[in-house]
């Protein structure tokens, strides 16, 4: 079991020094000291389907097509079969566009959306269930040894986390390599995101692992199933119906992942147990992802 940490084994890797993604305010401490720190910014970003306005979310403004693709794809309006013939940001108005070549009604979908439990956007369709329908993710085996490998490279990868806290983080792994690490101030955003690159890359979700910071909720569960991704890990915990819908749909369902430790209400059958926790070098403090669940 490999831990040491390469940031060149990302596609994507966070980038906590990057221009406009915090801000520098100043403030006092508990003693009344004057402090400076980095806090994280947030921006409207609209998203168009063809000519039709969908949503506008907050959101830190790394990744905007990607973020825009992921949640189209994410709530069922764009399909496999749609065919993508632009998507076009501008940050003048901070909008972006993604045009298809047969533009969709959606004002039915859209009369039925309701409002999740979820940070930031967290809006889903009522009608987001009806994509799982007959969906069989496929029973790809997670091995133990996989999960602590993941997790002790994802809390040593520098991250706007570390930098200026208040943000969730969503990481597409391969085994034990995180590939596509992408952070928002909603675990929503985040999914989407990688939902998003996915989906521009053509990429297949079927051997892959989604380790997120945030809590594992029913929607977080369906939009894992339908990027066809049929593992879902976090360091945080567990809605009931979350649970339920990962034992009906074969999803393997991981939580409270921390050091030696973790929880599995989905999917023990496709566990392989290679490592015993013992042998599992315990998290560093210093490493230590606190208030993920906020």
């Known amino acids: 079991m490999s831990t040491e940490l390469h940031l060149s084994d990302y596609l994507i890797a966070p980038d906590p020094g990057a221009a406009r993604l915090t801000r520098a305010v100043a403030g006092h401490d508990e003693t009344g000291a004057p402090v400076t ?41 764009l399909s496999e079969d749609d065919q993508i013939i632009g998507v076009d940001y501008d940050d003048d108005i901070e909008t972006v566009v993604v045009r298809t070549a047969t533009e969709t009604d959606y004002e039915d979908k859209l009369s039925r959306k309701t409002r999740t439990s979820g940070c930031a956007v967290g809006t889903v369709f009522g009608d987001m269930m009806e994509g799982l329908e007959g969906l069989t993710l496929p029973s790809t085996p997670v091995k133990t040894s996989w999960l602590y490998a993941l997790s002790q490279k994802i809390n040593r990868t520098p991250s706007l986390y570390l930098e200026a806290g208040a943000i969730h983080g969503t990481v597409l792994c391969e085994g034990d390599r995180p590939l596509v690490y992408m952070e928002d101030v909603g675990r929503h955003n985040a999914v989407d995101k990688v939902a998003g690159w996915m ?5 297949s979700g079927a051997d892959k692992i989604l380790y997120t910071t945030g ?4 929607e977080m569960v369906i939009k894992t199933a339908q990027m066809g991704i049929p593992a879902l890990v976090s360091r945080s915990g567990f809605t009931a119906w979350g649970v339920e819908i990962a034992n009906e749909i074969g999803l393997t369902l991981i939580g409270r992942m921390r050091g030696q430790r973790f929880t599995c209400l989905a999917g023990e059958e ?3 147990r290679d490592v015993d926790p013992a042998h599992v070098t315990r998290e560093d403090s210093k490493h230590r992802r606190k208030g993920a669940d906020t």
Request: glycine share 8%; net charge neutral; aromatic share 8%.
């Open 37 to 77: 720190i980095n806090v994280v910014e947030e921006r409207p970003l609209t998203i168009f389907l063809n000519r039709r306005e969908i949503v506008t979310a907050m959101t830190i403004g790394d990744y905007p097509e990607y973020l825009a693709l992921g949640f189209l794809r994410n709530q069922g309006m």
């Open 270 to 272: 496709r566990l392989i």
């Open 199 to 203: 989906l521009d890359q053509g990429v």
């Open 215 to 218: 809590r594992l909720t029913s």
